[in-house]
Each structure stands twice: as structure tokens, then as C-alpha cells.
């Protein structure tokens, strides 16, 4: 193609591009002014026929057509951006919102669970417990009921301590055991759990257990210092 030849393929694509700016800024009852003093010599008849035809095309167009062709684009998501959950005030006033609890043998496991291990914590304390429980039936290295989760045993005697220490499991305090209780219903029905990040494990601060070195710590809340494992990745 000659030099001219590009010239006029090029003025031609622009003059498609401004064919659309050109109607949408016009009123349809009013015929659209072109200057033509930048015009190249030649192309005039050129330019006539291209804006014609453009606006033959648009005038076919429904308005709701031309509504979408004008509208912004959608801004784009990333489907790799991390999701985030609400955030929840684990108060009393919280607490005492919630209806009083009962449910299942699995219920009445993590009920024991926290009453044992976690009553005498604050509000958050026990929702951090109940997390470790939740989130070990949802990995696939910890049996995958509530009940199976709290009675496993390990080489010490049981990953619960409360379970095999020898003593009565019966909760006496009944209070507490409504408190419990209700934080127990709330994570099985689906309380969003992210105060320990995703932990599995955790201690009370009292003890030092040569695990702790393996694992990530997340949080600590209350008496309670929460791990995860590492996450690996393709380099580690």
C-alpha cells in the first residue's frame, strides 16, 4: 500500500471512532457540522459516506441498545482478592442476644469442650476455642465430626486434656454451661470464624508445649496463645 493509501485507511478509522462521538453529542433533529479545513485533499466524499453510514447504523439502534453502548464499563474483580467476612463483636450484650441452646450429640460436644476447656474465659475466648474445634472437623489431618475432634487421643493421652483426666465431665455450673452453650449453636449455625485466623491449636500461657515452635502463631486471646500450620507454598 502507497503512502496515501495508509493516509486514508488511517483517517478512515478515526473517522469511525468519531462517527459515534459525533452522533451522541448531536441532537437527533439536528444534522451533524464537520469542518473540513483539516480535511486531506482527496478524502472528503470519503468522509461524507463513512459518517452516513454511521449514522444510518446508530439511528436503527434501540434506545436501550444505545443506553448499554454509553454506559461505563463494569469495573473489574479480581478473583484472587481475598475474602473478608463481618466482624463481630463477641460482647454480652452479644451474648445475651442469642437464643438459649440445644441440638445434637455433636452440639453437646463442643458445648463440653468449651465448658472444660474455655467458660472461664472472656466471651472471645470461647469463640477462639470453638474455632479450633470447627476448623480441625474441616481439616482433613483431624477427624472430621465435632465429637471425634474433642476425644482423639495422642501420645500424651488426649489432644482435650478434660476428656481423659479422670474427673467428671458433668457441667455443674449451669450458667456457665447457657453461656457456653449458646457460643457452641452460633459457630455450628455458621458465626463466621476469624478471630484465630484459621488456627488448630493453641495452650493456655502457663504451659510450653514443644510443638508451639512448629506452628504459626495467629493470636492470643485470653489465656490462650492460637497456631496454625505453616502455609506452604511452591518454594518451601
Not at 461524507?48 to 473489574?76: C, K, M
Request: glycine fraction near 6%; hydrophobic fraction near 45%.
Amino acid at each position: 500500500m502507497d503512502g496515501l493509501g495508509r493516509k486514508m485507511s488511517d483517517v478512515l478509522r478515526l473517522a469511525e471512532r468519531l462517527a459515534l462521538l459525533l452522533f451522541l453529542a448531536v441532537p437527533a433533529s439536528a444534522d451533524p457540522v464537520l469542518s473540513s479545513s483539516n480535511t486531506p485533499a482527496g478524502v472528503g466524499p470519503a468522509l461524507d459516506a463513512v459518517f452516513g453510514q454511521e449514522r444510518i447504523a446508530l439511528a436503527a439502534l434501540s434506545d436501550a441498545h444505545l443506553a448499554a453502548l454509553t454506559q461505563d464499563p463494569a469495573p473489574r474483580t479480581n478473583p484472587f482478592a481475598r475474602r473478608t467476612e463481618p466482624t463481630i463483636a463477641y460482647t454480652a450484650a452479644w451474648l445475651a442476644a442469642q437464643p438459649e441452646a440445644s441440638g445434637d450429640a455433636q452440639f453437646q460436644c463442643l458445648k463440653e469442650a468449651l465448658y472444660f476447656e474455655a467458660r472461664g474465659e472472656p466471651i472471645a475466648g470461647q469463640v477462639a476455642v470453638a474455632e479450633v474445634i470447627l476448623n480441625r472437623v474441616a481439616d482433613p489431618a483431624f477427624p472430621n465430626t465435632i465429637c471425634g475432634v474433642v476425644k482423639q487421643s495422642n501420645a500424651r493421652g488426649c489432644q482435650f486434656s478434660y476428656y481423659c483426666d479422670g474427673r467428671s465431665d458433668t457441667m455443674r455450673d449451669a450458667e456457665a454451661a447457657s453461656d457456653v452453650g449458646k457460643v457452641a449453636r452460633a459457630l455450628i449455625d455458621g458465626s463466621p470464624r476469624t478471630l484465630t485466623e484459621g488456627a488448630t491449636f493453641f495452650h493456655a500461657f502457663w504451659v510450653r508445649p514443644s510443638w508451639r515452635h512448629e506452628f504459626e502463631r495467629t493470636t492470643q486471646i485470653g489465656v490462650h496463645t492460637f497456631y496454625r500450620k505453616p502455609l506452604r507454598t511452591a518454594i518451601n
